[in-house]
């Protein structure tokens, strides 16, 4: 059943009059009730001091550790009588060397190397 075809239209705004003031009533003595917990909240809130994420650490690789040396055995040294020990080649005795073996490799003759 509609409303406009019972009532006149002063009657439906009348209505409509005391519907709207009913709902604002009740919305502000929710919104009075709820003020003191809201207070509350707020003042609680605001004391308490925030608290903040612990920084991560950095994370640490390690480093692989090398294998251990392994000892050889001492080996047991020879006469020196017996074993011949070589000193190292100067710049000169190399170059002679070369230049000897030079030599023998083409044989110089009065006309020119011979092929």
Not at 51 to 60: D, E, F, L, N, S
Not at 70 to 91: C, F, I, M
Not at 98 to 105: S, V
């Amino acid at each position: 059943m509609r409303l406009e075809e019972v009532v006149s239209a002063e009657e439906l705004l009348g209505l409509w009059k005391l519907i709207s003031d009913n709902v604002w009533t009740a919305i502000n003595t929710q919104s009075q009730a709820s003020a003191p917990q809201a207070e509350t909240r707020r003042t609680a809130a605001a004391g308490k001091p925030k608290r903040t994420k612990p920084k991560a650490k950095p994370i640490k690789i390690p480093r692989p550790v090398p294998p251990p040396k392994q000892r050889t055995p001492p080996v047991a040294a020879k006469p020196v009588a017996v074993q011949q020990q070589q000193k190292p080649l100067t710049a000169q005795q190399v170059w002679n060397q070369r230049n000897q073996q030079a030599l023998q490799r083409q044989p110089i003759t009065a006309f020119g190397p011979t092929k």
